[in-house]
């Protein structure tokens, strides 16, 4: 089965601190996402990655960055952080090729006071 | 802007055979219709994918005219445990316009 884990189910941290959020899987995907989901709004892409080292802007990349250094290994980072970005925050990767499913991990939920 | 178009909510009863429908007006010809489930607290589940006519898994059908402007995910004799958001994606590969999920349909199955 793919798995995809985040480093944290719970996050709280405090208005302008730089977040750091992690995202691995083990499928040897090319594709990676993160989503943020908030209620009434369903999940909106923030960004995504199709290669090692590449990214591309999602529909609300302001105010977060991405890396991917490794293929398995994807991470979403808040320069500093602002209570409007406490969230639900959704990895997910793919293959890329294939029918494009999304795998999902279990949502790391980021609170910033 | 979504490229889907879903419900809000729907309520059904144990038993009982539920239809969601989809919009998608805009699909391209080389999209494919995706749909996922999630449950509170977790992240999405892949359902079912297809291009058009019917697809049937073990979980859900899949019903899409030749036109392929909308889908219908059919789940048959639903369960309380069926009850869940569930979202309808189409086209899920780069770019990002391809890749919206919307605000998904919250389907509650009562006893």
């Known amino acids: 089965d793919v798995k995809v884990t985040q480093s944290s189910r719970y996050l709280v941290k405090r208005t302008g601190e730089k977040v750091f959020l992690e995202c691995v899987q083990d499928?040897?995907?090319?594709?990676m996402f993160w989503y943020r989901q908030d209620p009434g709004l369903g999940l909106r892409l923030i960004y995504f990655?199709?290669?090692?080292?590449?990214?591309e802007k999602g529909d609300i990349p302001e105010g977060y960055s991405v890396s991917r250094e490794k293929k398995e290994r994807f991470s979403l980072i808040l320069e500093s952080a602002s209570t409007n970005q406490t969230s639900m925050y959704l990895c997910?990767?793919?293959?890329?090729?294939?029918?494009?499913?999304?795998?999902f991990g279990p949502g790391t939920r980021l609170t910033v006071t | 802007l979504a490229k889907t178009t879903q419900p809000i909510s729907m309520d059904s009863y144990e038993g009982q055979e539920v239809n969601i429908t989809c919009s998608h007006n805009n699909i391209a010809t080389n999209d494919y219709i995706t749909w996922y489930q999630q449950f509170p607290s977790q992240g999405p589940r892949f359902i079912i994918q297809?291009?058009?006519t019917k697809v049937t898994n073990e979980v859900a059908s899949l019903f899409i005219p030749a036109d392929r402007k909308s889908s219908t995910l059919s789940l048959p004799r639903v369960s309380l445990s069926d009850t869940a958001v569930y979202y309808c994606?189409?086209?899920?590969?780069?770019?990002?316009?391809?890749?919206?999920f919307g605000a998904g349909t919250r389907l509650t199955v009562k006893p």
């Open positions: 997910a990767s793919s293959s890329g090729t294939g029918r494009y499913e999304q795998y």
């Open positions: 499928m040897d995907h090319e594709n």
């Open positions: 990655s199709y290669d090692v080292k590449m990214k």
């Open positions: 297809g291009y058009k």
């Open positions: 994606l189409v086209g899920d590969r780069p770019p990002a316009e391809n890749m919206r």
